[in-house]
């Protein structure tokens, strides 16, 4: 499967941002869906998951009631809602697809990854 990550750009602290990411060359509902991200000079960690057919999602405990992961099946794309934004949040936002376990959290977990979407938070 391939993947491309579309949405990031410049915002000031408090906006919000949707990232989108579209899915091809594979049967998407077979996929668990994810996204992650990387600060400068950070590991990549993980931001939420979503089950193959929408109806679960998963979330990091430190951006759960900022943040929202959905996905649009008909369209073979996934999303990120994020609200609140502020300075810590700025990295590089990947999506990624498994079909592992969907709600570990782990990278291990997904094994197609699209390179990414940079989301800068200014002060």
């Known amino acids: 499967v391939q993947l491309q990550a579309s949405g990031g750009g410049l915002v000031q602290a408090g906006g919000s941002l949707r990232l989108s990411c579209a899915s091809s060359?594979?049967?998407?509902?077979?996929?668990?869906m994810g996204w992650f991200r990387q600060a400068p000079g950070k590991e990549r960690e993980f931001v939420a998951s979503?089950?193959?057919?929408?109806?679960?999602?998963s979330a990091a405990d430190s951006l759960k009631g900022r943040f929202t992961i959905s996905r649009d099946n008909a369209k073979n794309t996934v999303y990120l809602q994020m609200n609140s934004l502020t300075p810590e949040d700025t990295a590089v936002y990947y999506c990624a697809a498994g079909r592992g376990s969907w709600a570990s959290g782990s990278r291990r977990d997904f094994g197609s990854w699209g390179p990414g979407t940079e989301v800068t938070v200014s002060s």
């Open positions: 979503i089950y193959r057919s929408g109806g679960a999602t």
């Open positions: 060359g594979d049967t998407f509902t077979s996929y668990h």
